[in-house]
């Protein structure tokens, strides 16, 4: 099963690459609009996230995401809670279901970002020739 670590490391090295790109020039804000897009897909089609825990997730993408929030989801799970429950989005009557959009979001962070990465990507490979200029 060789393939299942194949996958893992090859997961762990393009969410490098990812952060090393965006480190560059306005990349991050690119960066940042790629990872919105993949966390709402992972959280609609792998989770089942309703349209108000998207609306959430969207808005925390948006407004908290950044470099360093990635690099806090590569240190330890409490880190991670921590940083979510700080988040304004959490902080405010914004939303019904509170507890369910932070646990969906700490998943994600937590167990699910190689899929972000990897869904990432994917949808990079799959569009970036289909626009022209």
């Known amino acids: 099963m060789q393939h299942i670590a194949d996958a893992e490391a090859h997961a762990k090295i393009l969410h490098a690459a990812q952060l090393e790109w965006a480190e560059t020039g306005t ?3 690119i960066l ?6 993949a966390v709402l897909r992972v959280a609609v089609q792998k989770l089942g996230a ?3 825990q998207v609306r959430v997730l969207n808005m925390f993408m948006n407004d908290t995401w950044s470099l360093e929030f990635e ?4 240190s330890e799970d409490g880190v991670v809670a921590d940083y979510i429950e700080a988040s304004y989005c959490f902080d405010q009557d914004i939303h019904t ?3 369910g959009t932070e646990d969906l979001l700490w998943v994600i962070c937590t167990t699910m970002w190689a899929d972000v990465v990897i869904e990432t990507d994917r949808w990079a490979r799959a569009n970036s020739g289909a626009l022209t200029a």
Do not use: C, V
């Not at 940042?32 to 897009?37: E, G, L, N, P, V």
């Not at 690099?71 to 590569?74: E, N, R, S, V, Y």
């Open 32 to 37: 940042q609009s790629a990872r919105t897009r």
């Open 71 to 74: 690099k806090i989801i590569q």
């Open 27 to 29: 990349n991050a804000k």
């Open 97 to 99: 279901d509170e507890a």
């Open 50 to 52: 309703t349209g108000d």
